[in-house]
Nanobody, 115 residues
């Protein structure tokens, strides 16, 4: 059974840092990534990373967020620095199965940036 479990969200002051983790189990994944959804807004891409470790970032997080992964553990991370109130959202992990390309989602983890 495929499942993704996120952790690491929480409340942080502006300028602070958080690191999200997503453990993906049940199959082998190709591209993994993070998306976020703020209240009243559509879900948007934050960052993705391929199995070959090529990365892609939304312009709004470039230079502040870093995505990484451990292929042996099927785990993807998102290091978030210099957080801003506009980064407040539920962050979702996504992973694509390497054979079928089917995408799977985690349950989401809340990130709140506020003083």
């Amino acid at each position: 059974q495929v499942h993704l479990v996120e952790s690491g969200g929480g409340l942080v002051q502006p300028g602070g840092s958080l690191k999200l983790s997503c453990a993906a189990r049940g199959t082998i994944f190709s591209t993994m990534g993070w998306y976020r959804q703020a209240p009243g807004k559509q879900r948007e891409l934050v960052a993705t990373i391929t199995s070959g470790l090529s990365t892609n970032y939304a312009d709004s997080v470039k230079g502040r967020f870093t995505i990484s992964r451990d292929n042996t553990e099927n785990t993807v991370y998102l290091q978030m620095n210099s957080l801003k109130p506009e980064d407040t959202a539920i962050y979702y992990c996504n992973a694509a199965q390497i054979v079928t390309g089917r995408g799977y989602w985690g349950q989401g983890t809340q990130v709140t940036v506020s003083s």
